[in-house]
């Protein structure tokens, strides 16, 4: 069963212009992503650059981990668990910007236990994330947090200037 957990960041209409220049302003100059992508990539460092609005939008992630951990950890609401949900860190965070014809194959993050990708810009054409090929409805300001071992993608974007910010998060006790 596919799962995943949608949370709206508060900050996202007042943060989101800012945020996609600062996702501009640090792709690598003239690369293309890795071979599964052909958006441009920042480095997965993005979350250590300090930057204002990415360390605004990485707290308020690193906030909702606890309680998202639990609900990827036990169908029933339970109220010790097996784990310690604080030991979450993010590891990774890149963003990417996808023109018309840009795409994503499929591919996963394994061994990272959740990862996540938060929707700075969706222009009408963008293509939606594919997790487990079951398309995911998302909006701007939207944050999606999925596991890591999940296999999704992105088919050919429509559009220009759809930007994400993506990341990776392990748990390390």
Not at 72 to 95: E, H, Q, S
């Amino acid at each position: 069963t596919l799962m995943y957990k949608i949370c709206n960041f508060g900050l996202s209409e007042s943060l989101n212009p800012r945020l996609y220049s600062h996702v501009s302003e640090n792709i690598l100059s003239g690369e293309r992503g890795s071979d599964h992508i052909t958006g441009r990539c920042t480095r997965m460092n993005l979350h250590k650059l300090e930057i204002k609005e990415v360390d605004l939008l990485i707290n308020w992630i690193e906030t909702l981990l606890p309680s998202l951990s639990t609900s990827f950890a036990a169908r029933d609401k339970v109220d010790n668990y097996a784990y310690d949900p604080r030991c979450l860190k993010i590891t990774d965070c890149w963003g990417v910007i996808y023109n018309k014809g840009e795409s994503l194959k499929e591919h996963n993050h394994f061994p990272f236990t959740i990862s996540f990708v938060y929707y700075v810009r969706l222009p009408q054409g963008s293509s939606p994330l594919i997790i487990e090929n079951k398309k995911v409805k998302m909006k701007e300001g939207d944050c999606i947090f999925f596991l890591g071992s999940d296999y999704h993608r992105v088919n050919r974007n429509k559009c220009d200037g759809r930007c994400i910010i993506g990341g990776n998060i392990l748990y390390s006790p």
